[in-house]
């Protein structure tokens, strides 16, 4: 039960550079998110997709794009690294907006 | 205004104490309450769910007043490996978006 998988653990980039992170999950849960949690912050919004080919912004899209090609996957891009993408980013999906998010293990980004 | 706000912390509470967490929300229009816990460097994970009766769980209660729209986790008996951190989560009324507080630190001590 592999659960929700997300690829890389950690990164490096150099500011400017861009980069696919991965999010697969096997629950057939139509409702995946993507967050960052950074020091003080708690884990903030990024993209979210409510079924295939359905997107919608969270709470701090800029920077980042998202599609929905597959209810099991979930890639988050980042167009063009800068050092305020520094952060650790979650994967979550859900089977509803009512119940529980299970989330990946996470992947955390450094933008130098 | 944040739409969660937690007491950071940190707590740090010894063996079998019994502690609590509050957590206030600011959109009336919620309806999907939570506690998560987090470990070092890991992912969170769903400690329980939140009622409006309130409910328990072994050691853990959780507590919901819509009224003054907090929630409340209470640990009884307080073990090692409770030491973590706690989200409280709260939706975003009818909408798929979730607001998760910035965490309570919990330390049991010896």
């Known amino acids: 039960n592999a659960g929700v998988t997300q690829t890389p653990k950690f990164q490096v980039l150099k500011t400017g550079q861009s980069m696919t992170l991965q999010c697969a999950q096997d629950?057939?849960?139509?409702?995946m998110s993507w967050y960052r949690q950074d020091p003080g912050m708690g884990l903030r919004l990024i993209h979210y997709s409510v079924g295939a080919g359905i997107t919608d912004q969270g709470e701090v899209p800029n920077g980042y794009n998202v599609s929905r090609s597959t209810t099991e996957d979930f890639p988050l891009r980042l167009l063009s690294a800068a050092p305020s993408q520094t952060s650790v980013y979650f994967c979550a999906s859900s089977y509803d907006r009512q119940t529980e998010a299970f989330f990946g293990q996470g992947t955390r980004l450094t933008v130098v | 205004r944040k739409e969660v706000e937690q007491d950071p912390g940190p707590f740090n509470v010894p063996e079998g104490a019994t502690v609590a967490f509050n957590c206030t929300y600011s959109?009336?229009?919620?309806?999907?309450f939570f506690w998560y816990r987090q470990d070092c460097r890991k992912e969170p994970k769903l400690l329980m769910s939140?009622?409006?009766s309130g409910n328990e769980d072994g050691r853990f209660t959780a507590q919901l007043n819509r009224a003054s729209q907090y929630i409340s986790l209470l640990i009884r008996d307080s073990k090692l490996s409770d030491s973590a951190t706690y989200l409280c989560?709260?939706?975003?009324?009818?909408?798929?978006?979730?607001?998760f507080g910035t965490g309570t630190s919990l330390t049991v001590i010896p």
């Open positions: 959109n009336s229009a919620s309806q999907s």
């Open positions: 629950m057939n849960h139509e409702y």
């Open positions: 939140v009622y409006s």
């Open positions: 989560v709260v939706n975003k009324g009818l909408g798929y978006q979730f607001y």
